[in-house]
């Protein structure tokens, strides 16, 4: 019978003995537990329970996200650090410190993600997403577990190829905005050139300010743009009616004539003394109302009877005195 021994890699052998050592990657030792922390890259863990083989000795994506590795191993792509690149590696999925300490990147977990150039083909990868702020592609399972350095902010500008214009897209309500998704506010939807925002009626998106501005001589009223009427301007609280003796009524959406004034031909007037509005004009007490002078300009009967009296005793001496002039001439 012919017997064929399967040679394990040293990491393997050390960790048939994990409850008291472990295999430290950086230096390919087996080492005691207790020097862990002296090594950058670590491997701990349970060879039958845990995994089935270790993580760290496993040299390209492909193999580190194959069958037998996925679910206990995760690759942490190319990348770089302060300047310096960063080989790709694979790592222990479960060791959430160790992997802080050796990836400064987002980790592909399921997919080889990273190996994606463009948006087309990293959208067509599932489990893959288009990270806008650092234009790469990047693992789509967002677990808060594996955020590190742009973590978060890939999950907040993930972007699509759309096969329809053919152009990449921010996904859900926003635009791609200076290598950002900027998500639309509240009310609104994303336009169809997903590169701003559409708002309700009488409103435009302002992209810098990142909201809806009332336009149309209209203001905001509990998220809404309402329109003023054309005898008055919009202001931020609401309308003002180019008539000073106006206001205006938001109940009714028009201007009203203050207390003590009366519409009349488009204007609000108030009646002189010795007048009082009967509906339609102020209507003089005695005499009749000049819209045009706003005053009663036909004075009561009493002064003109005194006028006429003046004016005929007035006459009346003149007769006399002529009348001397003539007789004396005689």
Not at 69 to 74: I, Q, S, T
Not at 230 to 256: I, R
Request: hydrophobic share 30%; proline share 3%; net charge negative.
């Amino acid at each position: 019978m012919l017997f064929i021994r399967v040679l394990l890699h040293p990491c393997e052998d050390c960790l048939k003995s994990h409850k008291t050592h472990f295999w430290c990657a950086t230096t390919s030792e087996c080492l005691p537990l207790e020097n862990i922390s002296s090594c950058q890259n670590a491997e701990s863990h349970d060879l039958v329970l845990n995994a089935t083989q270790c993580c760290s000795h496993i040299m390209n994506e492909s193999t580190c996200l194959g069958r037998d590795a996925l679910h206990f191993c995760l690759w942490c792509p190319d990348h770089e650090v302060a300047g310096e690149l960063v080989p790709g590696k694979c790592l222990y999925k479960s060791d959430l410190a160790n992997i802080r300490k050796n990836c400064a990147t987002s980790p592909d977990i399921t997919s080889m993600c990273a190996q994606h150039a463009s948006c087309q083909s990293c959208s067509e990868d599932i489990p893959c997403t288009w990270c806008a702020t650092k234009q790469k592609c990047v693992s789509n399972f967002f677990d808060s577990d594996y955020y590190f350095d742009d973590g978060f902010a890939c999950e907040l500008n993930q972007m699509r190829f759309e096969p329809r214009t053919k152009q990449c897209i921010c996904t859900g309500n926003s635009y791609f905005d200076q290598n950002k998704c900027v998500q639309c506010p509240a009310n609104t939807t994303v336009d169809a050139s997903f590169e701003s925002c559409t708002c309700r009626q009488l409103a435009v998106y302002n992209k810098t300010t990142r909201e809806c501005v009332c336009v149309d001589n209209s203001y905001n009223k509990n998220g809404l743009c309402v329109q003023c009427p054309m005898n008055a301007y919009a202001v931020k609280q609401g309308c003002v009616c180019v008539d000073a003796n106006a206001e205006y009524d938001d109940v009714y959406g028009a201007c009203t004539c203050k207390a003590g004034f009366n519409k009349h031909n488009e204007e609000c007037v108030k009646c002189c003394k010795g007048s009082e509005w009967d509906g339609s004009v102020c209507a003089c007490a005695k005499g009749e109302w000049d819209p045009v002078e706003n005053k009663c300009t036909i004075e009561d009967l009493q002064t003109n009877h005194t006028r006429i009296g003046l004016i005929a005793v007035g006459v009346a001496a003149i007769f006399a005195v002529v009348y001397k002039i003539i007789k004396k001439t005689k």
